[in-house]
């Protein structure tokens, strides 16, 4: 059977000790250096991340909660989805990460809680945490943005995403692997495939000119190929996280089966009025909720928020 493209439910990690991490900054140049004392922008992302909790829930979204513990410190704790993903088959993926101190945000527990909360089939592991020995890293959903449907991996080469280890997992996990480049204004690498890049159902955000010239064309060729609209997204509307969306499935009494597309107030400011009219008209609703905070510390937004389960 076809695996679905969009999931039902979430898990979402609730920050203990979030904070800017010094560790991560040297490869996220859309991390900004605190200007609020630690314990105001600690209540300040807690209330984001709450508020993000009861949308989600409100548009039918299940969302299993964990809580991150206080010690060890994890200022990232907020973005599980690059350190586990859960898929279809029941496979879980652990994955390797470049900073040190994000490797501790990985915790069997959370597993576990995951699969008595929302009832997920845990039948295998894939563990590759073995690679950071080396220096091969995957941060899970933030290397990797997958089209479930045609088990196509597109993955954006940085100091986060190592090719070997991507060829490890889509040789595991039967998925054709899409690698290019992609570079921010600055002339950096982008730190995520996630962040100029979302696949929905019917529609694909992309930041074709943060591609490289030379991969741009076979990049938007097989996107292309897959059916979907593929609305374009410029260099500073990546810089405000127009690509770090997620389109989720739910169920409405009136509507049956829908789906529901999540993104940030900054991200559905930067991508613009025609943009969004045209990504409003591919899904059945486009939920937007502020993530200041988060975003700006830590250089993520909400789709690094949301680990899917299927």
């Not at 991490?21 to 996220?28: H, S």
């Not at 070997?164 to 997992?169: R, S, T, V």
Request: negative net charge; glycine residues 6%; hydrophobic residues 40%.
């Amino acid at each position: 059977m076809q695996q679905a493209q969009c999931a039902g439910a979430v898990l979402m990690v609730r920050p203990a000790a979030f904070d800017y991490n010094p560790e991560t900054a040297g490869t996220n140049s859309l991390q900004r250096s605190a200007e609020l004392e630690a314990p105001t922008a600690r209540q300040l992302a807690l209330d984001e991340f709450d508020h993000v909790v009861r949308s989600l829930s409100g548009e039918g979204v299940r969302v299993c909660v964990a809580d991150d513990t206080p010690e060890p410190a994890k200022p990232d704790a907020v973005f599980p989805n690059n350190w586990v993903s859960f898929h279809a088959d029941g496979t879980v993926v652990l994955y390797p990460m470049l900073a040190e101190n994000r490797r501790r945000e990985r915790r069997r527990e959370i597993v576990e809680q995951v699969a008595d909360e929302l009832g997920f089939p845990a039948r295998r592991t894939l563990d590759l945490t073995h690679l950071e020995a080396t220096g091969r890293f995957l941060e899970g959903t933030g290397s990797l943005v997958l089209d479930h449907v045609h088990r196509i991996a597109y993955a954006c080469r940085s100091p986060r995403t190592h090719e070997e280890a991507l060829d490890q997992w889509s040789k595991a996990m039967q998925y054709e692997p899409v690698v290019f480049s992609a570079e921010g204004r600055d002339g950096r690498p982008l730190y995520h495939t996630n962040v100029l890049m979302c696949l929905g159902v019917r529609a694909a955000l992309v930041g074709g000119q943060s591609i490289v010239p030379h991969d741009r064309e076979r990049v938007l060729r097989r996107l292309e190929a897959t059916g979907r609209e593929i609305i374009d997204i410029g260099p500073e509307a990546v810089e405000a996280f127009a690509g770090n969306a997620l389109e989720l499935a739910t169920w409405d009494e009136a509507l049956g089966d829908c789906n529901v597309f999540v993104m940030s107030t900054t991200a559905r400011r930067a991508l613009g009025v025609q943009p969004f009219a045209r990504l409003a008209a591919c899904t059945d609703t486009v939920l937007t909720v502020p993530v200041p905070t988060i975003e700006r510390l830590s250089g993520g937004s909400v789709r690094c928020m949301l680990a899917e389960v299927f």
